[in-house]
Nanobody
Framework: QVQLVESGGGLVQAGGSLRLSCTAS????????MGWFRQAPGKEREFVSA????????YYADSVKGRFTISGDNAKNTVYLQMNSLKPEDTAVYYC??????????????????WGQGTQVTVSP
């Protein structure tokens, strides 16, 4: 059983930064994918970013490209999402997720099997 625990959310002013962390237990990351998604009130869960450990590749939604950076520490079983130049429209609950198998379809929530509980990010104008 894989458990994911996010941390690092909070309240920040527009233009500020936050770093989210997601630590996994129950499995190491050696050849898996970790993704970040977010969900704002009344909206569907949307893809933010993903990292493929095996291919050492990173992926970003257009809305966060150039502002957010995903990275990971395999030894700590932790993935990070550095969020800079935050905007009010980034306000959402942020979730990390990981799949059982690497489908190559990183931006779809249905590709992921395990989810964290979420951490709230609020960006004030």
């Amino acid at each position: 059983q894989v458990q994911l625990v996010e941390s690092g959310g909070g309240l920040v002013q527009a233009g500020g930064s936050l770093r989210l962390s997601c630590t996994a237990s129950g499995r190491t990351f050696k050849s898996y994918v970790m993704g970040w998604f977010r969900q704002a009130p009344g909206k569907e869960r949307e893809f933010v970013s993903a990292i493929s450990w095996g291919g050492r590749s990173t992926y970003y939604a257009d809305s966060v490209k150039g502002r957010f950076t995903i990275s990971g520490d395999n030894a700590k079983n932790t993935v990070y999402l550095q969020m800079n130049s935050l905007k009010p429209e980034d306000t959402a609950v942020y979730y990390c997720a990981t799949p059982l198998y690497d489908s190559g379809n990183y931006d779809s929530p249905t590709s992921y099997d395990y989810w964290g509980q979420g951490t709230q990010v609020t960006v004030s104008p």
